[in-house]
């Protein structure tokens, strides 16, 4: 497999000219405001799309889109109403920001009135009552909920093979798996069914289908997307965040979702960008350049020591590096944070989570084997080896923290090899082979869920496929410091407008 430069190659339509397809979160809310398209045009265009590309991709819930359609066409028509009395008003700076904006939630949060299935034949029939707290940030931005995205069971893997739905595939080859557990969401989003979507990342999960599906995918900072009202924390490790095309539309949604509940457990502080006094919104943070960081480099593998690393990723962060030296950055060697026996504690408490999941007793036998397995390493967890777990995830964090003091970032690839072919991890004969599989793919994508950093997987590598024409994305990942979410997305805007990634199209799209 060879490496080639972002930016060189074809970019493919493909599809059937979705009418929508080249506009961006952004520049789509710019345009309804300006009465160029209206709401309810968004949505029937959007529809479509869904309806011809998303069953090729895998992209959305089935059981949940009679319900998501119904609410999204109350919302487009509540939606031109707004627009229709601001223009007579002459208040349309006064609207919400994404009004008329197409962004699908995940089936991992609930959505009151639809079908909520998180992956999984157990909860089949079961109707969310209420709106989670990003469904109502979303909804009074203004945005269309057009669909629930497919996910794994429960979220628990790096890939998405429901036996609910279709794999989610990687519209770039769709013999590859788009990634998980927000694949269903990065397929919407690469195949340009909608310009972004909901996603959310206890290991990795918007980072590891960002990768493989050529996006931007970020994983802000422990807390500062809050899961209230409903939701409660944990152990910390998930954060619900967004999957797009470009870092400003990754950044105008963190603005919408990144809004405080009371009784949070966690909250990070809100740094500016490295250099500026400039605190503002995230949107604003990808206008203000960064300081000259210091950035460090790590491309051997964290979680397993020994696990084989594609040299086309290798490559793509290597070449991130230089174009970052380039740019005035220093650039150098990072080390390992933490020996990767300690990343048990990260293990243990998935088991834990994973048991948490509220599955009737009678549905259990539903359950895929790998979840089955988790579960059942849940319950034989003492409480004490529990509490050792979560006291473990804390002295890592120290760890790195002494580890990487004094880098503004660390870089390494975001997987540790290509895209994965459709069905090569998911073992229901072996999960313990299963999981080992996916440690082995995403050897660095948990170290921020561990440590609570932010985050963020950048399409900077492309790769020639084995299968004859088709180029892979390959993401590279930029990890920052607590609460310094505004210069990572103020870096990754630096390197987006350097390297250009966003004029390249994915060959299966709407």
Request: hydrophobic residues 45%; charged residues 15%; proline residues 10%.
């Amino acid at each position: 497999m060879t490496s080639t430069t972002p930016g060189s190659g074809p970019s493919t339509p493909g599809g059937d000219g979705h009418p929508l397809a080249d506009h961006t979160v952004l520049s789509l809310a710019a345009a309804v405001r300006a009465g160029e398209i209206s709401p309810r045009e968004v949505l029937d265009a959007t529809l479509d799309a869904i309806a011809r590309v998303g069953p090729r991709v895998g992209a959305f819930v089935a059981a949940a889109q009679e319900a998501s359609t119904a609410l999204a066409h109350d919302q487009a028509r509540a939606a031109e109403e707004r627009l229709l009395e601001a223009r007579r008003d002459g208040t349309l700076d006064a609207l919400p920001p994404l009004l008329g904006v197409p962004v699908p939630v995940k089936d991992l949060v609930q959505v009151a009135g639809v079908p909520f299935g998180a992956g999984s034949r157990a909860l089949d029939g079961y109707v969310a009552p209420v709106d989670d707290g990003l469904v109502g940030l979303l909804r009074d931005a203004g945005t269309l909920m057009v669909g629930k995205t497919a996910t794994p069971e429960l979220g628990m893997p790096p890939y998405t093979e429901p036996d609910t739905g279709p794999p989610a595939r990687t519209p770039w080859d769709l013999s590859r798996s788009a990634g998980g557990s927000s694949g269903g969401a990065a397929a919407a989003v690469a195949a340009r069914i909608v310009p972004a979507a909901h996603g959310n990342d206890g290991g990795g999960s918007i980072r590891i289908p960002a990768s493989a599906c050529g996006l931007v995918g970020h994983k802000p900072s422990r807390g500062l997307v809050s899961t209230g009202p409903y939701g409660v924390d944990g152990p910390g490790l998930a954060a619900n965040g967004a999957l797009t095309r470009t870092v400003r539309d990754t950044a105008v949604l963190l603005d919408v979702l990144a809004v405080p509940q009371p009784g949070d457990t966690y909250t990070p502080p809100r740094l500016p960008v490295a250099g500026s006094d400039r605190a503002g919104t995230f949107l604003a943070a990808c206008d203000v350049a960064p300081r000259r960081l210091r950035v460090g480099v790590l491309t051997a593998p964290v979680i397993v020591a020994d696990a084989p690393v594609d040299p086309a990723c290798v490559a793509a962060a290597e070449r991130a590096a230089a174009t970052l030296t380039d740019l005035g950055h220093d650039v150098v060697v990072a080390p390992v944070p933490f020996p990767a026996e300690r990343w048990a504690a990260f293990e243990a408490l998935w088991s834990v989570g994973a048991l948490s999941a509220p599955v009737p007793p009678e549905a259990e036998p539903l359950l895929v084997p790998l979840t089955r397995w988790l579960r059942e390493k849940g319950r034989t967890a003492s409480g004490l080896e529990v509490a050792r777990a979560s006291s473990a995830v804390q002295e890592i964090t120290r760890e790195a923290a002494v580890a990487w003091a004094g880098f503004d970032v660390v870089l390494t690839p975001t997987l540790a090899r290509l895209p994965a072919p459709v069905g090569s991890m998911r073992d229901d004969l072996d999960p313990a082979a299963d999981f080992r599989a996916q440690m082995s793919y995403t050897p660095w994508t948990s170290v921020a869920n561990l440590t609570g950093r932010p985050s963020i997987s950048l399409p900077l590598g492309w790769a020639t496929g084995p299968t004859a024409g088709t180029t892979l994305p390959v993401g590279v990942m930029l990890t920052g410091v607590l609460g310094g979410d505004a210069t990572l997305l103020s870096l990754a805007a630096q390197l987006e407008a350097t390297t250009g990634w966003a004029d390249r199209l994915a060959p299966v799209h709407a």
